[in-house]
């Protein structure tokens, strides 16, 4: 059974920082990961999505990497800013014919202004 | 623009009673997903559907059905809600089966 975890399960940085958020799954044998950003109350937006043959994607200011032989992958956020104050979670999915994403329990960050 | 919308938001119910939250579309998405949302469990698959009258459980399917009679929607009904069934519940739906979701707001529910 797919496990994905998320350490920590929160951070708290200053504005300007770079910082990493962690993903771990247990079955390397995914087809793809998504990151999302939940804010409170609201809905997942999807941030990026970075398939098993690819090692990274990059959008603005976020950049995923993805290592699938160690089952790990990371979220990283350059000059981070009080805007990006939400929870990030990462989802695997198994792919194949019986349809599975398992979704990490998120890492709430804090950017403090 | 495209969007998928849930309603209602917020649904205070009591045990026992049936309860239908409606999840519409517009993407025109053939894929649709039904998940909850617990403190301690993550975001955790109810049902999907592959497009027009294709339904599938997922892992906490029990006590949940869904019907699926056009593109745009995607009802998930509680036959007899049940107070473990008090969570936040997402659709979503993605253009292809592997490809990234898109979610609604999340439907709160209630069930005393």
């Known amino acids: 059974k797919q496990e994905v975890t998320q350490i920590p399960a929160a951070l708290s940085v200053p504005e300007g920082e770079n910082l990493v958020l962690n993903c771990s799954f247990t079955?390397?044998?995914?087809?793809?990961l998504q990151w999302f950003r939940q804010d409170p109350g609201k809905g997942l937006t999807s941030l990026l999505l970075?398939?098993?043959?690819?090692r990274e994607q990059t959008s603005g200011r976020l950049n995923a990497s993805l290592d699938k032989s160690s089952g790990r992958s990371t979220l990283y956020i350059a000059a981070s800013q009080p805007g990006d104050s939400a929870t990030y979670l990462c989802?695997?999915?198994?792919?194949?014919?019986?349809?599975?994403?398992?979704f990490g329990k998120g890492t709430l960050l804090t950017v403090n202004p | 623009d495209a969007e998928i919308t849930q309603s209602p938001r917020h649904k205070i119910t009591e045990t026992g009673r049936q309860v239908t939250l409606a999840c519409h579309q517009t993407?025109?998405?053939?894929?649709m997903f039904w998940y909850r949302q617990d403190l301690g469990h993550g975001l955790r698959l109810i049902h999907y559907?592959?497009?027009?009258?294709?339904?599938n459980k997922g892992e906490v399917s029990d006590g949940y059905s869904v019907s699926r009679s056009n593109t745009e929607d995607l009802p998930l009904t509680l036959e007899s809600a049940a107070s473990s069934q008090t969570s936040v519940y997402f659709c979503?739906?993605?253009?292809?089966?592997?490809?990234?979701?898109?979610f609604g707001p999340g439907t709160r529910l209630t069930v005393l």
């Open positions: 979503a739906s993605s253009e292809h089966l592997y490809n990234e979701q898109f």
């Open positions: 079955d390397s044998a995914i087809y793809n």
């Open positions: 970075i398939q098993s043959s690819q």
């Open positions: 989802a695997v999915n198994r792919g194949g014919s019986n349809y599975k994403l398992t």
């Open positions: 993407w025109n998405h053939n894929n």
């Open positions: 559907s592959y497009g027009v009258h294709d339904t």
